[in-house]
């Protein structure tokens, strides 16, 4: 059964820092995997989508990396800023049917 | 003005009601998803419908019931055979469903927080 993780639960960092969180998964048949931005109470947006052939995708000051064979993706901010405190979660779509399960997410707090 | 727009915001459910959760896109999509998030736990799948009259059992169905009689509206009925409804619940679509060998992502709606008073 596939399971995804998210460590840290939690980051708190200063404006300005490049970061980088982690997502890790247990079953490398996947068709992709994705990140997703989920401010207080509100719904999930879609960041970052890496096909399972792909290495990485980059959008804006994002970069998110796969590593199917030892079932790991990052996805580094570069320059944070206040404006990216948020929960991040990351996604893989299993190629058993093609449900997405979900990390528990990592609650990011960019301090001014 | 494209989207997933759910209601209410917020709802309150006393034990043994039965509630209705509304979830309405206009983005034409074929897919729809209903999940449910639980505090510091990821989004687990309750029921998806890939077209419509059709939909199909998720991880966690037990307690809840779905209908799909328009492209456009997926609503979610919370029974009072669920024992712990209290959660933020999130409706979702996608152009294709799942397995359709198409791979998109799936669109968010802002969510239904249901507690059981």
């Known amino acids: 059964k596939q399971e995804v993780t998210q460590i840290p639960a939690a980051l708190s960092v200063p404006e300005g820092e490049n970061l980088v969180l982690n997502c890790s998964f247990t079953?490398?048949?996947?068709?992709?995997l994705q990140w997703f931005r989920q401010d207080p109470g509100k719904g999930l947006t879609s960041l970052l989508l890496i096909q399972s052939s792909q290495r990485e995708q980059t959008s804006g000051r994002l970069n998110a990396s796969l590593d199917k064979s030892s079932g790991r993706s990052t996805l580094y901010i570069a320059a944070s800023q206040p404006g990216d405190s948020a929960t991040y979660l990351c996604a893989v779509e299993d190629n058993q049917g093609g449900k997405l399960i979900f990390g528990q997410g990592t609650e990011l707090s960019v301090k001014p | 003005d494209g989207g997933i727009t759910q209601s209410p915001k917020y709802l309150f459910r006393k034990e043994g009601q039965n509630v209705t959760l509304s979830c309405e896109q206009n983005l034409n999509h074929d897919a729809m998803y209903w999940y449910r998030q639980d505090p510091g736990q990821g989004l687990r799948l309750i029921y998806y419908s890939q077209i419509v009259n059709d939909f199909q059992k998720g991880d966690i169905a037990e307690g809840y019931s779905v209908s799909r009689e328009k492209k456009e509206s997926f609503p979610l009925t919370v029974t009072s055979a669920q024992k712990n409804p209290t959660a933020f619940y999130l409706c979702?679509?996608?152009?294709?469903?799942?397995?359709?060998?198409?791979?998109?992502?799936?669109?968010f709606g802002p969510g239904t927080r249901l507690t059981v008073l």
């Open positions: 979702a679509s996608s152009i294709n469903g799942m397995g359709s060998g198409f791979r998109v992502t799936q669109y």
């Open positions: 079953d490398s048949a996947i068709y992709n």
